[in-house]
């Protein structure tokens, strides 16, 4: 049985006893607040705000990274990451924004969390619940474009997100070299109204701008789907057969399926490049049968969200002091190549760096553009 | 002999040649043999599910457990296969057969919570659908599985006459499958549950047994599925059995298998899975963007659809 059914039934666990003790202790809290209050946690690295992130499940590696970034925030306050509340919305903005009320009002309005509103109209009713409160927000991935922090004021800290464009440019860039500036492109795209998938393939078309020799002969959508991206990589090859000198692929897993639809025909040596920097992925680079992949560092920011949220709290920054481009940015992303795909590995996969969380905007890409 | 012959039942193959045809004629790249080995690759494990189905349509049910238990079986089959030392020769053949009883077995008990718990098949199967995948997600921890068995992977990578041999594997369970259609007597039973259960159940017919061992065999052509699309990609996930349950459904009734029961079987299952999959291929074959794909997909699907059912004898739609 894998260890992951032992790791998530004893997370369950723990974290069924901590809600039990969270539960007493604040009963108690409540009633002797001169007993518990000096030599409780809350004491030492809080200062005195209660830590949270906010978000939808941790099923998937993507999520489990940010969720850990957050934990070893909490971890470098000197506490136990058992400090940081997981508030899990199940794919629901109304439960989204009912935890975060909940543990507003539970800590008197000091609260610091990070936050995936689950959906982008949410994240206005929970920046707002939040500013009304007294807390402190910072949110990741989904807003709308018209919410921004400044307008909310210091309780709304800042917005992360990822753009895929410059990353994917500098993948294709790296492809056309390969390619030896010359040669038909094809792309395979995750579901064409998925942002992520416009961005990306925005990316490709920028970098073909400057290579006239490069033709994107086909754009094709694999719905982000392994087996879908190789049944159209073979209908590809029907139609374009030898023309086909690159592939450009929206995400890890359709590059996948791209590599074994032409393991099928005998063809090797194609160079393709795929986007997340999944570990099987970045095996597959290693072993030269991708030619790159995209990571996006979600331990960061995952535990730089909950950090500007923390610190903006406690006085260690004032947001509104900050500039725009410090509360809307862009998280970092490395392009895993062949050269540094074992370095990448032994620093990113079989460990976790440790980041100095005071650093605040040290990996920012840039503020965030709106199109 | 041809007075009751109906031109009906010819017409999913008729409409099968006519795609070839149509696409042939705007690009003749699509009318080559390379081209139909691309279409039988992709079609071999689509091909397994639709005749699992098949069974359960001709009875009358249906059965929507499909991507769990396609997803689950491919994981269960890539994990015993790791386990058995990685590769086919130091005993990873335990693993095709595991996987092949674990689909049997999964089968029957959703099989056995419809017709003995008396849930109608479509909740039931739907339900033990999410259970497999869910099942898949705790095994997997959301992560990829990966086979890299050179001797495994031939069913991919050897090729006789053009096709790699998954294509003849799937063959083999074809006709398998048209022989218990035709020569045993749970193929016999399925069509006459689907055709007038009360009558089957008075005439003798073991009612309950017959439906369990419909799902079981269900079960078994899934996991062949899954086993065949490990051979294909070389991995399984929770989302190896993505798509399958609408594409396979689709494909037996663009076939001639009616919603109903008792009319059609595995044969129209296999003309409806490359009826699906050429146009699938053919759309990219002939260039059409992406974007108009699918609502070309699905308007090509109700047109085979009224070719090639026989509508005029149906009381009802439901």
Same mark, same amino acid.
């Not at chain 1, 020799?213 to 002969?217: G, T």
């Given at each position: 049985m894998s260890t992951f059914i032992k790791d998530f039934i004893e997370r369950e666990k723990i974290s069924r006893r901590n809600f039990l003790f969270a539960s007493a202790a604040g009963i108690s809290a409540s009633a002797l607040p001169g007993l518990f209050a000096p030599s409780s946690a809350l004491a030492h690295g809080h200062g005195g705000y209660a830590l949270a992130w906010s978000y939808r499940d941790r099923a998937s590696a993507y999520w489990n990274a940010i969720v850990s970034g957050g934990e070893a925030y909490v971890e470098s306050l000197?506490?136990?990451?058992?400090e940081m509340v997981n508030l899990i919305n199940e794919a629901s903005s109304e439960k989204s924004l009912a935890d975060i009320k909940a543990f507003l009002a539970k800590n008197n309005g000091m609260g610091a969390i990070a936050c995936d509103a689950n959906d982008s109209p949410n994240a206005r009713p929970v920046v707002e619940a939040v500013r009304d409160a007294g807390g402190f927000i910072s949110t990741i991935w989904?807003?709308? +474009? +018209?919410?921004?922090p400044w307008d909310i004021?210091?309780?709304?800290?800042a917005h992360l997100s990822w753009s895929g464009e410059k990353p994917s440019e500098d993948a294709a860039r790296l492809l056309i070299d390969k390619m030896g500036g010359e040669g038909g492109i094809v792309h395979i795209g995750g579901i064409p109204a998925n942002i992520p998938a416009i961005e990306r393939l925005d990316g490709l078309k920028n970098a073909l701008n400057d290579n006239p020799?490069?033709?994107?002969?086909d754009v094709q959508s694999a719905d982000w789907d392994t087996t879908k991206a190789a049944d159209v990589m073979a209908s590809l090859l029907t139609r374009y057969g030898d023309e086909i000198k690159g592939v450009h692929c929206a995400n890890d897993n359709m590059a996948y399926g791209v590599i074994e639809a032409l393991k099928a025909e005998g063809i090797t040596g194609m160079p393709i490049t795929a986007f997340d920097g999944n570990p099987e992925a970045v095996d597959l680079v290693m072993g030269g049968d991708l030619l790159a992949t995209v990571f996006t560092n979600p331990h960061w920011g995952g535990g730089i969200a909950l950090a500007l949220a923390h610190q903006a709290a406690t006085g260690a920054f004032v947001p509104s002091e900050e500039p725009n481009e410090h509360r809307e940015f862009y998280g970092p992303s490395i392009l895993v190549t062949p050269d540094d795909a074992a370095e990448f590995k032994k620093t990113y996969l079989e460990s976790t760096p440790t980041y100095d969380w005071t650093d605040r905007w040290g990996l920012s890409a840039g503020q965030i553009q709106y199109k | 002999m041809f007075r009751n012959f109906d031109i009906k039942s010819l017409m999913p193959i008729i409409v099968l040649i006519v795609l070839v045809v149509f696409f042939t004629a705007i690009n003749p790249n699509f009318f080559s043999l390379r081209n139909f080995a691309r279409i039988a690759i992709a079609a071999s494990p689509f091909l397994m599910v639709a005749i699992g189905v098949t069974f359960i349509i001709v009875m009358g049910s249906i059965d929507l457990s499909m991507e769990g238990t396609v997803s689950l079986s491919a994981v269960i089959f890539c994990f015993a296969f790791l386990y058995f030392g990685g590769t086919l020769a130091s005993g990873g053949w335990i693993a095709l057969f595991a996987a092949m009883c674990f689909g049997m077995f999964y089968g029957a008990l959703n099989g056995f919570i419809h017709a003995k718990l008396l849930i109608p098949s479509f909740m039931s199967s739907l339900a033990m659908g999410f259970v497999g995948i869910g099942a898949t997600v705790l095994l997997t921890g959301g992560g990829i599985v990966r086979i890299d068995d050179d001797v495994f992977r031939m069913l991919l990578t050897y090729r006789v006459q053009g096709f790699p041999l998954m294509v003849y594997v799937a063959a083999f369970f074809l006709i398998a499958g048209l022989l218990i259609q035709k020569k045993t007597i749970l193929g016999r039973n399925l069509y006459a549950i689907g055709g007038a259960e009360d009558l089957a159940s008075a005439s003798g017919v073991p009612v309950l047994k017959t439906r369990i061992m419909a799902f079981a065999l269900a079960g078994f052509y899934y996991s062949l599925a899954g086993i065949l699309q490990v051979a294909k990609l070389g991995q399984a996930e929770s989302v190896t059995g993505a798509n399958l349950m609408f594409l396979s459904i689709t494909a037996a009734v663009v076939g001639?298998?009616?919603?109903?029961?008792?009319i059609g079987g595995v044969f129209n299952a296999l003309i409806g899975v490359l009826i699906v999959t050429v146009i699938n291929n053919g759309m990219v074959v002939i260039g059409l963007p992406d974007y108009i794909q699918d609502g070309v997909l699905g308007a090509l699907v109700i047109v085979a659809v009224i070719l090639s059912t026989n509508r005029s004898t149906v009381k009802f739609v439901k």
């Open positions: 000197g506490l136990d990451k058992s989904n807003k709308t +474009d +018209d919410l921004h004021g210091d309780s709304y800290v020799n490069v033709e994107l002969l | 001639g298998v009616a919603l109903w029961g008792a």
